[in-house]
């Protein structure tokens, strides 16, 4: 996942699922390419399940102290 300039974010998880990866691309034929030519065929992958962000509502906001 390193190595794919499109993957900005990648976070180890526990539980379901075992990865959350934020990618970004100039569209969805980009993210589909992406899909499908790179992140399909990591080694180990089995499957995958992607979610489209419809509007940021909260974004960037600090930390509360």
């Not at 990648?10 to 980009?30: H, S």
């Not at 990591?42 to 906001?61: A, I």
Request: glycine content about 4%; cysteine-free; proline content about 8%.
């Amino acid at each position: 996942m390193s190595a794919i300039p499109h993957v900005i974010q990648a976070q180890r998880l526990f539980g379901e699922p075992d990865y959350l990866l934020r990618v970004a691309t100039t569209d969805l034929a980009a993210y589909q390419r992406l899909y499908d030519e790179r992140l399909a065929r990591l080694p180990g992958v089995q499957r995958l399940n992607s979610t489209l962000v419809m509007k940021h509502v909260v974004h960037d906001r600090p930390l509360p102290e």
